[in-house]
């Protein structure tokens, strides 16, 4: 375990208190450090750091160690944590920005979900509605596994539970297309495809 | 009551089931549901974690569209419900946000409207109505009632009696003459997508669930959530495989048991669909044959009358069709 300095780090952990509360209404000024976010998380088996250890980076001040966490990944945004928190510290909301901030910065812990959830969006960039075969095809080649769940694809096809053909109407994809037009003139960075391993082989 | 119906993308593909029963009970209770025209996808569990404006602004361009009519978006889906439920949110708690969100989705959008879930709009509607148009109580049926993350969660936008131990859809199931268990995962987690697109810890998520649901007692599970089902249903096979004991644990949309009770017919409620199927089960229980309706001249065809038993039903008299337990 690598051993860090948190002297240096203090002033630094006032600043982030701050950003975090601006940015999701969160404030882990405010965590006593119970675990009972962790105790509750179903996902805290497969994690790294798991919700009351990040919070507790937060404190610290140690963002790049915030940044290199696997644990926000992983999160399933079931919001257990937040709805359980003693002190409305709201660990999910914190998680998931957190998230969001490493993939804008082109850091992407967990390749396989972040290519599913690019996949979908990019899906709904295009078409307005999700066209679950397009996505499944999709993210399956994109992480090299072809087959994977091909064995549920007859009798769902056969049931009409997955279409072979996309359903939308015209409207519905010209304006959510404009939607993400407007959205990427406002924010004005480029496309998510762009920045991580959506890429389509 | 009418109701812009948006069904959302699943209800189209995997969550079939959903969208039939759903449409085939409404009417039953006296709900319309008119579908919402160029719905679009609210981002579901993705935009959110991408981008937040985004992620608020596509389900906003839905309800906008429903306001635009006068109606209140009526949701099965709870991950449309949810996605939609933080953008009314969000629309309502912040002016910033919501002249972002009007300028990207170039529309106004004043959340007057309030997005409701079908589950809440059936309990809305009253559950006396729905105990008076019961023909088929679905007596002996042990139901794990599984309400998932977003039925219940996150609890500063959506509107639950308890986030811990929910009773909506267990009240339903009740009324319908089943008999809800009391067990400890009804709000646990499935995994989202991660039994999909990351099965190394999406798929003991999945099973924990199901291990309770049995450990309950229960005959089966019933949801409110295309993304529930098709976990639970979907892997359950395979999650039994590994264990080296078979999971036998069909799992249902609350409104398809609705529907059974209200006598329709299985096809109409898309009983047949399921990987786990659940025709064995209800044979069992004889719940599965209908009981025969003599028709009425001059009487709507949807509005069943209930005239005599068939021969090989023992279903309980029609006369004492309000009969099950409350």
Known sequence: MNTVNITSTLAEAQRIRQDLKTKYDADVGKCYQCGKCSAGCPVAFAMDTPPHKVIQLAKLGLYDEMMECHSTWLCATCHTCSARCPREVHPSRIMEGLRIEARNQGSVKVRPLDIFHTKFMKLVGKRGRVYEMALMLGYNLSVGRPLKDAGFAPKMILNKKLSLFPHTTSKARKEVRKIHERYNRMSNTPHPDQTSGGDTP | ?326
Not at chain 2, 99 to 118: F, N, W
Not at chain 2, 253 to 272: E, H, S
Not at chain 2, 305 to 322: F, G, I, L, Q, R
Request: hydrophobic residues 35%; proline residues 9%; aromatic residues 6%.
């Open chain 2, 1 to 326: 009551m009418k109701y812009a119906y948006y069904p959302g993308c699943s209800l189209s593909g995997t969550g079939l089931e959903y969208n039939i029963s759903t449409q085939a009970v409404a009417p039953l209770l006296g709900i319309e549901l008119c579908e919402l025209p160029d719905w679009s996808c609210c981002g579901a569990s993705s935009a959110h974690l991408q981008d937040h404006t985004l992620a608020l602004a596509l389900p906003a361009r839905n309800a906008a569209l429903g306001e635009e009519q006068g109606l209140s978006l009526a949701i099965p889906c709870a991950a449309c419900l949810s996605r939609s439920k933080a953008a009314e949110h969000a629309v309502k708690t912040s002016e910033d946000m919501r002249a972002q969100i009007e300028s990207l989705i170039d529309r106004p959008y004043q959340a007057t409207y309030p997005v409701k879930s079908i589950l809440e709009i059936f309990i809305d509607a009253g559950l006396d109505t729905l105990k008076e148009n019961i023909i088929k109580p679905l007596t002996g049926l042990k139901v794990a009632s599984y309400y998932g993350c977003l039925q219940a969660r996150p609890t500063d936008f959506m509107d639950v009696d308890d986030p811990e131990n929910p009773q909506t859809i267990d009240t339903i199931v009740a009324a319908l003459g089943a008999e809800p268990v009391s067990w400890s995962h009804k709000t646990e987690c499935c995994g989202n997508s991660h039994p999909i697109a990351y099965p190394e810890v999406g798929g003991p998520l999945v099973n924990r669930i199901l291990e309770q649901a049995e450990k309950s007692g229960a005959d089966c599970i019933v949801c409110a959530c295309p993304m529930c089902l098709g976990n639970l249903d979907m892997r359950q096979k395979a999650l039994g495989k590994k264990r080296g004991r078979p999971f036998n644990l069909p799992v249902f949309y609350f409104t398809q048991l609705m529907g059974l009770a209200l006598n329709l017919r299985p096809k109409k409620l898309g009983l047949k669909k399921h990987f786990i199927s659940p025709i064995p089960l209800l044979s069992k229980k004889d719940l599965l044959k209908r009981i025969k309706i003599k028709k009425v001249k001059n009487k709507p065809a949807d509005t069943p009358v209930p005239a005599s038993e068939s021969t090989e039903t023992p279903t309980p008299n029609p006369d004492n069709k309000k009969g099950g337990p409350a």
